[in-house]
Structure formats: structure tokens, C-alpha cells
């Protein structure tokens, strides 16, 4: 299989050589150039594991790696995982399930596309020969994933900015107690903003980032999203047959990532009633399905804040496969976006793929609250933003991104009880080791180079 680019412009690549550029040169995004049916053989997938289904679904997709090195390298991404099923789902009723994705190394769904992404990564070191160094910037859960995915792999250096005292203690914690030496957490003065603004600076000298073979930690990776594919499919299978064209799945959504994963896979055979996209108070992907109207305005801190986001950057990707694989069309929205920084529709082949809600965080604490009376869940604050308008579905499966225990003060706050996990508490034992620096272009080079 190849991939190709949402802007049509780039000749198709291999699965390796996509994963490794991450951001198409023509500036889209990576897909395959067709979509595999797979809905006779998933079937067959019931009695998998997590990760031997994950292996028989990318063997469609990384046919460039070696099966017996493929299997090995998806086998050691889910083995660090605390739960034997990596993504179990949970019944509370009949007809109302979760599916619990915050069993990975810093607990929330993230690890299921890094940990992968950083064995990737890794065996392309070795395949090559050359080093890289790996920039991010984050305002929380990103840079904890991407560096425990990242953690100890060889050749691989990995710098991630945050803005000093704007992130989590327990966020700080998994970024700057990982004790190992290729690991660098860059606490800057000023805001998420400013340290995104010095990263793209960096990335755009193009001599300095060739020189060190400087590489982009992306939510937009191609990677990131056909891993996502599997926990779909894991969950599907795990309902009873009857029920599966029946379910609807409501997805925590802030850059549009993960509902998009799942609405692959169901163009791929997964059969599903609909797919419902849940924000909390930034609410653009609401606004889009509810109205046509997708145009950016700003971000308002929240209680669920790893879905703060206004550009849904996998959004395109939407767009494309909604089009009927358009690329000029694609592209052309994409510009027009680019300039008016909005986009109107009313067709209705895009606006009815997906229903959407919008919560405010004094709902999502009442959803808490009404979680644990009711059924004795514990959820955390972007899980709960899922659990609005779904009566009226048949059967439900709501994805849980993060675990409780990552947001303590919610918790606390709406049910009255402190929600721990013991890899959090065992990181508050730990040293705190960051590197303060100012958010400029030159302090971030200097210091990269400083570390070759
Ligand atoms: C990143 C994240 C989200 C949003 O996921 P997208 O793929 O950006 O839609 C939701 N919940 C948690 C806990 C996250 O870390």
C-alpha cells in the first residue's frame, strides 16, 4: 500500500518513508491511496489479543516492514500497558458501555499511537544510521506520551517545550521524572503560545534542522491515527454481534483525531450506527455539525483542557474522504480556511456523518457527579464530557481518554474523593529534572546543539 497526500500534490509513499516525513511536503496530510475493505475478515479478529488484532490490521497498511518484525515491534509497543486487554470495555448497563483507553504507561489514549510511534521512529534509527532529534511542544498530555513513548529508544533525542508553571504538577511529573538521558523537558518562560511560536521558528530553518535531522512529534502523523483504528475495532468485537450495527460511539474530541480513527473504520467495514463528537466549551466541531459553520475563534481554558484546542488539524482529513478523496477540492477549502480562517457548509453529505454536543464545565462536573451516584463510575472530565444526548441511542459505547486519577482537583471537587493511581504517586518520590530556558529561537538551538 502507498499514501498519499489530502492536497494531491506529492507522489505516494511508503507506510516507513510517511511515518518518518509526518507532515506531507505539499503541506496536507498523509492517507492510503485507497481504503482496504476489511469487513469479511474482522470478523475473524474475535478471538484476538490487543495486539495480535493490531498486527493482522497494519499488515494491510505497513506492507514496506517485515511481518515478523512488524509483529515484534506492535507486540513490545502494547507490553507496557497495566491492563491485559490494553482497551477494556466496561458495561454499565446493557446498553450503555466504556471503553477504558487510559491503561498505558501516563494513562490516557495517547499511548496508543506514541508508544507505537516511538518503536517506529526507533527502527527507522537503526534502518538509517542517523540520529534525530525530536521537537515538541505541549501543553500537557502530548509531551507525556511522546516522551514515555520516546524514553531510552536509541539514536533518538527528544526536546519538548512546555510553559514553565502552566502545566499540571502531576503533567510536570510525567515529563520531568522519567530519569533517563535522552529525555529533555524545556520549561519556558511565557505561555503554550510562545513556545509553539519559538518551535516553529527552529523548524523553519531549514539548515539547522537538516543538520541535526530534526523531527516533529505530530498529532498529525499517519501513524497516530491508524493505530487509533484498532481500539475501535477491538471494542466492536467485543459486543455482541447483534448489537454492533447498532452502536453509536461518543468520542471526547479536541483535534478531531480520535473520532476520525473511528470513522475509518467503519469505512473500512466496521458497521456502526454513528459516530458523536463530544467538545467541552471550545466547541468549533459542534458549531461545524449543528450548523456548517466552522471558523476559529479563541481558546478558553476549561476543565478538560486537552481538548482546549479551535484548529482541529485532522479535520482535513475528514474533509477528503468526505469528498469522495478530492484532492483539489481539499486543497482549496484548506486555502480558503487558511486566509478567512473559516470554512461554511451546508452540505449535508459532510454535516450528517456525525452528531456533536458541547459542555461547559459546570455540566461536566454535574456529569461526574451523576456517573459515580448512579453507577458507582469514576470518570474523568474529558470522558464525561461524552455522556450528553445519548438517550436516545440504542446502544452506546463513550471512549474514556484519561484516567481519573491525571485531574485530581476535579475529581475532588465534584465527588469528594481523592482519585490516585500508583504510577502517579510513584513519580511524586521522584527528582524533578527540567531545563528552564527563554522561548527564542536562538536559546532553543543553542541548546539542541548543546546535546549532540
Ligand atoms: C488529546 C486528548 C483528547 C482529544 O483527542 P483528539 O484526538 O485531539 O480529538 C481528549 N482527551 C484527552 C484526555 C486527551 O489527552
Request: some cysteine; aromatic content about 12%; charged content about 25%.
Given at each position: 500500500m502507498k499514501f498519499v497526500s489530502t492536497r494531491g500534490q506529492v507522489e505516494p509513499h511508503s507506510f516507513s518513508e510517511a511515518v518518518r516525513i509526518g507532515l506531507a511536503p505539499d503541506g496536507g496530510l498523509f492517507v492510503p491511496d485507497a481504503l482496504p475493505d476489511l469487513k469479511?475478515?474482522?470478523?475473524?479478529?474475535?478471538?484476538?489479543?490487543?495486539?495480535?488484532?493490531?498486527?493482522?490490521?497494519?499488515?494491510?497498511?505497513?506492507?514496506?516492514?517485515?511481518?515478523?518484525?512488524?509483529?515484534?515491534?506492535?507486540?513490545?509497543?502494547?507490553?507496557?500497558?497495566?491492563?491485559?486487554e490494553c482497551a477494556p470495555l466496561v458495561s454499565l448497563s446493557d446498553s450503555l458501555h466504556v471503553l477504558e483507553l487510559f491503561h498505558?504507561?501516563?494513562?490516557?489514549?495517547?499511548?496508543?499511537?506514541?508508544?507505537?510511534?516511538?518503536?517506529?521512529?526507533?527502527?527507522?534509527?537503526?534502518?538509517?544510521?542517523?540520529?534525530?532529534?525530536?521537537?515538541?511542544?505541549?501543553?500537557?498530555?502530548?509531551?507525556?506520551?511522546?516522551?514515555?513513548?520516546?524514553?531510552?529508544?536509541?539514536?533518538?533525542?527528544?526536546?519538548?517545550?512546555?510553559?514553565?508553571?502552566?502545566?499540571?504538577?502531576?503533567?510536570e511529573r510525567q515529563m520531568t521524572c522519567m530519569e533517563e538521558s535522552n529525555v529533555y523537558p524545556l520549561a519556558i518562560t511565557g505561555s503554550f503560545d510562545d513556545a509553539q511560536t519559538a518551535l516553529k521558528s527552529v523548524f523553519g530553518d531549514r539548515d539547522f534542522s537538516k543538520s541535526v535531522n530534526l523531527s516533529a512529534v505530530n498529532s498529525i502523523n499517519l501513524a497516530r491515527i491508524l493505530a487509533q483504528c484498532v481500539y475501535y475495532i477491538y471494542a466492536w468485537l467485543r459486543l455482541p454481534a447483534e448489537k454492533r450495527e447498532k452502536t453509536t460511539f461518543v468520542v471526547p474530541t479536541g483535534n478531531f483525531g480520535n473520532v476520525l480513527a473511528g470513522w475509518m473504520a467503519s469505512r473500512m467495514g466496521m458497521t456502526v450506527a454513528g459516530f458523536q463528537v463530544a467538545t467541552n466549551q471550545n466547541d468549533i466541531l459542534h458549531r461545524f455539525f449543528s450548523t456548517g459553520d466552522y471558523s476559529v475563534g479563541e481558546v478558553h481554558p476549561s476543565v478538560a483542557p486537552s481538548m482546549d484546542i479551535q484548529i482541529a488539524s485532522n479535520f482535513e482529513r475528514f474533509l477528503y474522504f468526505s469528498c469522495g478523496e478530492d484532492a483539489e477540492k481539499t486543497r482549496g477549502v484548506m486555502q480558503s480556511f487558511k486566509d478567512e480562517k473559516k470554512f461554511v457548509t451546508q452540505e449535508s453529505g459532510l454535516l450528517s456523518s456525525m452528531s456533536s454536543t458541547r459542555m461547559d464545565d459546570a455540566e461536566i462536573r454535574e456529569v461526574i457527579a451523576d456517573l459515580y451516584e448512579k453507577y458507582d463510575y469514576v470518570?474523568?472530565?474529558?470522558?464525561?464530557?461524552?455522556?450528553?444526548?445519548?438517550?436516545?441511542?440504542?446502544?452506546?459505547?463513550?471512549?474514556?481518554?484519561?484516567?481519573?486519577?491525571?485531574?485530581?482537583?476535579?475529581?475532588?471537587?465534584?465527588?469528594?474523593i481523592d482519585s490516585t493511581h500508583k504510577s502517579l504517586e510513584e513519580l511524586k518520590q521522584k527528582d524533578i529534572s527540567k531545563y528552564p530556558l527563554e522561548p527564542t529561537e536562538d536559546a532553543i538551538r543553542s541548546f539542541i546543539l548543546s546535546k549532540q
Open positions: 469479511a475478515e474482522m470478523l475473524t479478529w474475535e478471538s484476538l489479543s490487543y495486539s495480535e488484532l493490531c498486527f493482522e490490521f497494519f499488515k494491510h497498511f505497513a506492507t514496506d516492514i517485515d511481518e515478523a518484525e512488524l509483529k515484534e515491534l506492535i507486540t513490545r509497543s502494547y507490553s507496557r500497558f497495566d491492563h491485559d498505558g504507561p501516563t494513562l490516557a489514549f495517547k499511548d496508543f499511537a506514541l508508544q507505537f510511534l516511538g518503536n517506529l521512529y526507533e527502527r527507522q534509527v537503526s534502518k538509517r544510521d542517523e540520529e534525530i532529534n525530536v521537537l515538541g511542544a505541549t501543553s500537557g498530555d502530548t509531551g507525556a506520551a511522546a516522551i514515555n513513548g520516546l524514553l531510552g529508544k536509541k539514536g533518538v533525542n527528544i526536546f519538548i517545550l512546555y510553559p514553565d508553571g502552566r502545566v499540571s504538577p502531576l503533567q470518570a474523568d472530565p474529558h470522558t464525561a464530557c461524552g455522556f450528553k444526548e445519548i438517550d436516545s441511542f440504542e446502544n452506546v459505547v463513550v471512549l474514556a481518554t484519561a484516567h481519573p486519577a491525571k485531574f485530581p482537583d476535579v475529581i475532588k471537587d465534584s465527588i469528594g
